[in-house]
């Protein structure tokens, strides 16, 4: 351990760029935090006039997108404010990292890697790179427009399973794969004059280096294009995807790899250390998983945030419908499983608008009055194409007659309008958790875990932690911040740093082993498991609920 301890004099930048805002964390050598930003795209940056930090095309269903630019402009923005915040010195941050919300896709010009080069430190990023994208709005993952372009990838490939088994996932609207060859059927034009396609990650990231950096086999594995094993694109799929893909793509890369020293534009506009390593960016939830400090298979970890997300970790690949495998970026031995449900924190919200009087407070009072089961009252909330299960935008209530939760004897179903507002917000969080579980399991992952490591924003809500420990049936436990995926990219850049230094991979471990306590990475058990008796009692909530959703997918489902 001692050899592998980092200057104690030096600093760790992580930034995550997600869906409604960018956050940038600070570590120090003995990995805790000294200072922390946010830029919030719809507040701050309201002249782009986005809405959760996204376009909504209105004459194309389920197209969504982000304008490019936001991105480039709230970095300049958060790097001000670092400086401004006096906390720090930039010539001490020996290496930088990030996140970015994962599968969203930039497409920069014929030209622009000249451009990214050249960048004079006398004038903005905004205004240098105002021309570098053949189209200025980027596919992110809440787009569902790309159903054709799946089932076309999985018929050239040999079917989902196949495709599954490839690349660690069947074909998903969201993923960059579907998205490029939608582009390419519907804007030809603007494929042909793209030099590089990148992820958002790794957007980010050439931004800092001042060329365009490799996709990580982290977050590459959620393009539908890399063989996962391999950790290579596969030639099967691009060429089922569209011609002249791979070139655009650039190479792959290790997560704890080193992208390029940081530019000099940076070093003279923010006085960065020209030695300032910029270490690969990948996905948000893999930066989560590092934030987490998950590394036990058995544990899982929820984020509440924009989507929703299940992950964990397994020793094999095993190719399902449903769910996501990635390498660990952590790990080169193991991998990432993981869930994804597009209808988060923004159907939360929605339901409070309507419910709960556009209050917090009101909501988890309600919460808070109502009991667990909620009376046998279950509801399907969709406010935007859900991914897991597959159905449309809709929203769907059923009351469970005579249900005790004991058995399912004598207990009559049938379909209803509308509950009232109390019912209304218990039914939404505990059908987005049932749900969770339901799959969870569907997946092999365990059940019970042996613990639950809860974030993002809605982990700071103690009554949605109650129930998650009630339907999982384990302790809950808390970070110190609920934003992980920042948290984690400064930590993956010290890991990186130390890899760079040891010249081979060095476990991540290896930094706060036998000194978690002491860091902020460290969690806290918040809620303990339920008696066993509520719990068996959600299990038969949850085989109920898994039935009318099955039911609905039959009916509806895309």
């Not at 011609?243 to 704890?256: D, V, Y």
């Not at 923010?270 to 300032?276: G, L, T």
């Not at 978690?516 to 008796?533: F, I, R, Y």
């Amino acid at each position: 351990m001692a050899d592998s301890l980092l200057p104690q004099d030096a600093l760790f930048l992580g930034f995550d760029s997600s869906t409604q805002s960018l956050k940038a964390t600070v570590l120090d050598a003995n990995l805790n935090i000294v200072a922390a930003e946010l830029i919030n795209f719809d507040s701050e940056l309201s002249h782009y006039k986005t809405e959760g930090g996204v376009y909504r095309d209105a004459l194309v269903n389920g197209r969504i997108v982000s304008p490019t630019l936001m991105w480039v402009e709230a970095f300049e923005l958060i790097l001000q404010r670092l400086e401004k915040s006096s906390k720090f010195d930039f010539g001490k941050i020996a290496a930088v990292s990030g996140s970015g919300q994962q599968h969203g896709s930039v497409f920069w010009k014929k030209g622009s890697a000249a451009v990214l080069s050249s960048l004079d430190a006398k004038g903005s990023l905004l205004e240098q790179l105002n021309d570098a994208f053949s189209t200025k709005e980027s596919p992110i993952w809440m787009d569902s427009s790309t159903t054709e372009q799946c089932k076309a990838i999985e018929k050239a490939v040999g079917g989902a399973m196949e495709l599954s088994r490839l690349t660690g996932s069947r074909a998903y609207e969201r993923f960059t794969g579907p998205q490029i060859r939608r582009l390419f059927e519907t804007q030809p034009e603007v494929y042909d004059k793209t030099e590089r396609i990148s992820l958002v990650s790794s957007f980010m990231a050439s931004l800092l280096i001042g060329g365009y950096a490799s996709i990580d086999h982290t977050d590459g594995a959620g393009m539908n294009l890399m063989d996962i094993k391999q950790r290579a694109w596969s030639d099967i799929i691009l060429k089922a995807t569209t011609p002249g893909l791979e070139e655009k793509l650039g190479k792959l890369a290790p997560a704890h790899a080193v992208a390029g020293s940081i530019a000099a534009y940076f070093v003279e506009r923010y006085h960065f250390n020209k030695d300032c390593l910029i270490i690969q960016w990948s996905g948000d939830n893999p930066n989560s998983l590092a934030g987490l400090t998950l590394n036990t298979p058995g544990d899982l970890a929820i984020s509440l945030g924009t989507s929703d997300t299940v992950f964990g970790i397994t020793k094999d690949h095993n190719p399902s419908m449903e769910g996501h495998v990635f390498p660990n970026p952590v790990d080169t031995e193991s991998y990432m499983v993981m869930l994804c449900y597009k209808n988060g924190s923004l159907a939360r919200e929605d339901i409070r608008n309507h419910y709960a009087e556009k209050s917090w407070d009101v909501f988890n009072k309600y919460l808070q009055q109502t009991p667990p089961l909620n009376g046998g009252r279950l509801g399907f909330y969709y406010k935007d194409f859900e991914i897991l299960p597959p159905l449309p935008v809709g929203f769907h209530r059923y009351i469970l007659d005579n249900f005790t939760g004991d058995s399912m004897d004598g207990v009559i179903e049938h379909e209803v309008e509308e509950f009232d507002p109390p019912s209304e917000v218990r039914a939404l969080i505990e059908g987005q958790l049932l749900s969770m579980r339901a799959h969870t399991e569907r997946l092999g992952m365990p059940s019970p875990p042996k613990k639950i490591i809860a974030t993002g924003g809605a982990s700071a809500n103690d009554h949605i932690l109650t129930i998650i420990a009630s339907i999982f049936g384990c302790n809950v436990y808390t970070v110190q911040k609920p934003d992980s995926a920042s948290l984690g990219a400064a930590l993956r850049a010290a890991h990186g740093w130390l890899c760079n230094q040891k010249g081979k991979f060095v476990p991540i471990s290896d930094m706060y082993i036998r000194k978690l306590e002491e860091t902020s990475l460290s969690c806290k058990l918040t809620v303990p498991a339920a008696d066993q008796d509520l719990i068996d009692k959600y299990t038969l909530l949850m085989k109920k609920r898994l039935e009318i959703e099955n039911r609905l997918i039959q009916r509806l489902g895309r």
